[in-house]
């Protein structure tokens, strides 16, 4: 099984420059999540989506837009890209009350 | 809001000595919560989790957490570190709708021999 699977692994972009992340999870959960991760500062939720068509902020969503395409899928959008963002993002999904399953992580570096 | 705050952001053990990761958490209705490891240059990998059933949850490799209330508290112990165990480790709350999920910041945990 797949699982949750994110494109692409890793990115270089310049200053101002937009991408967007992808993920897609094969389980048929409802929840799915994005979240960056940062040296002593753990896993930030950027933004999370309960089920389809639904989505809300997280801790840290300035800077950053999501799309939940379809059940299965889950994008993270920066429009215009600053260091600040260089960081690791995973995305995650999840049943609801159960564990969260985690992609491999998109390593991200923003010059 | 539901939040997490882990005690200690290095932890150093002796290897056959307890471990001990602290975890409290804040959450306005009754929580589940989840410790996550993980390895140098990997994803995260669930060691257990609480969902309303046993206070005393025990996981994989050996761990094992205790749901306090009365403490808002759910800390990861094992009896006896092994060198494998050196990573870092996450603890993580969810409220009752089960939406959203928040980590703490990490808890670095070395083993020396």
């Known amino acids: 099984n797949a699982g949750v699977t994110q494109t692409p692994k890793f990115q270089v972009l310049k200053t101002g420059q937009s991408m967007t992340l992808q993920c897609a999870q094969d389980m048929n959960h409802n929840s799915m999540y994005w979240y960056r991760q940062d040296p002593g500062m753990g896993l930030r939720l950027i933004y999370y989506?309960?089920?389809?068509?639904?989505?809300d902020k997280g801790e840290v969503p300035n800077g950053y837009n999501v799309s939940r395409l379809n059940k299965r899928e889950f994008s993270l959008r920066l429009e215009s890209a600053a260091p600040s963002q260089t960081s690791v993002y995973f995305c995650?999904?999840?049943?609801?009350?159960?564990?969260?399953?985690f992609g491999q992580g998109t390593r991200l570096t923003v010059v | 809001a539901q939040s997490v705050t882990q005690l200690g952001s290095h932890v150093s053990v002796s290897e056959g000595a307890l471990v001990l990761l602290r975890c409290n958490y804040s959450?306005?209705?009754?929580?589940?919560l989840f410790w996550y490891v993980q390895y140098p240059n990997q994803g995260l990998q669930l060691l257990l989790k609480?969902?309303?059933?046993?206070?005393l949850v025990k996981g994989i490799n050996g761990f094992e957490a205790e749901f306090k209330k009365s403490e808002t508290s759910f800390h990861l112990t094992k009896p006896s570190a092994h060198m494998s165990d050196a990573a870092e480790y996450f603890c993580?709350?969810?409220?009752?709708?089960?939406?959203?999920?928040?980590f703490g910041a990490g808890t670095i945990l070395r083993v020396k021999s």
């Open positions: 989506s309960a089920s389809e068509g639904t989505t």
């Open positions: 959450s306005s209705v009754p929580p589940y």
């Open positions: 993580a709350v969810s409220d009752l709708r089960g939406n959203k999920l928040v």
């Open positions: 609480y969902t309303s059933a046993a206070t």
């Open positions: 995650a999904s999840r049943k609801w009350s159960q564990e969260a399953f």
